[in-house]
């Protein structure tokens, strides 16, 4: 059976949701905002933000709403938002998982 499209988000695209759940923006400034939420523990090379944005794009959970010249800014759309908010839910329910204490 094939598997559902971004059924989990990798670490580094729940971040790059994250930031595009705080304001709109383009990819570098996602980038940046990662760099520093994460305190640099995880950066985002060109390669992986631009493939990231694109399937965000394709699977409409960003869209552009802006462009002047190269740069291009997107807002994150509903369906963005909710699945930002399960993934949230997700790792949340995994932390106390493993916090429960049991074996």
């Keep these: 059976m094939a598997k559902k ?59 552009e709403v802006h462009v002047s010249g190269r740069k291009r800014i997107y807002t994150i759309t509903e369906k963005g938002k909710a699945a930002y908010r399960e993934e949230l839910a997700r790792l949340r329910a995994c932390i106390a998982d493993a916090e429960s204490g049991d074996a």
């Design 5 to 63: 499209t971004l059924e989990l988000l990798t670490e580094t695209m729940f971040y790059v949701l994250m930031a595009f759940n705080k304001r709109d923006m383009c990819g570098t400034d996602a980038a940046e905002y990662i760099a520093q939420k994460t305190k640099g523990r995880l950066t985002l090379g060109p390669g992986t933000l631009y493939t990231i944005l694109a399937k965000f794009e394709e699977e409409k959970l960003i869209a």
